[in-house]
């Protein structure tokens, strides 16, 4: 995951699909934003990201064992806010560093992460 897009991956023994949850914040939006002021962009983008983290909350609280991973800091914010709400205190939550990777590498790192938990 990063600040723009996050893959979401289910372990499972079939194999495994991948649904992509995407921040509305664009590009293009910022500079929309940037274009009215400086003040009007970062209060759009905090809002937009905290709609972000909000919907992969949603989805995050129907698992009992999650991994965050991906090359920025937005598995760690997105962490800090889960840790925050008590709604996930019995989800076993943890965060692995990782470059950018293909699809077929996330699904591998899913299978390593969880098989080796087993």
């Known amino acids: 995951m990063d600040h723009a ?3 979401l991956m289910e372990f499972t023994t079939d194999p495994i699909t991948t649904d992509i949850i995407s921040n509305a ?6 500079e929309h ?7 009007s962009m970062h209060n759009k983008q905090q809002q937009s990201q905290h709609e972000y983290y909000k919907k992969l909350g949603d ?3 129907n698992y ?4 965050l991973f991906g090359p920025t800091n937005a598995k760690i914010e997105l962490l800090n806010l889960l840790r925050a709400d008590h709604q996930f205190e019995k989800i076993k939550l943890e965060t692995k560093d990782s470059d950018k990777m293909t699809q077929n590498e996330q699904h591998a790192f899913v299978r390593d992460y969880f098989t080796s938990r087993l």
């Open 5 to 7: 897009n996050a893959h």
């Open 25 to 30: 914040y664009s590009h293009r939006e910022k």
């Open 33 to 39: 934003s940037l274009g009215k002021s400086e003040e």
């Open 59 to 61: 989805i995050i609280r």
């Open 64 to 67: 009992q064992d999650v991994v």
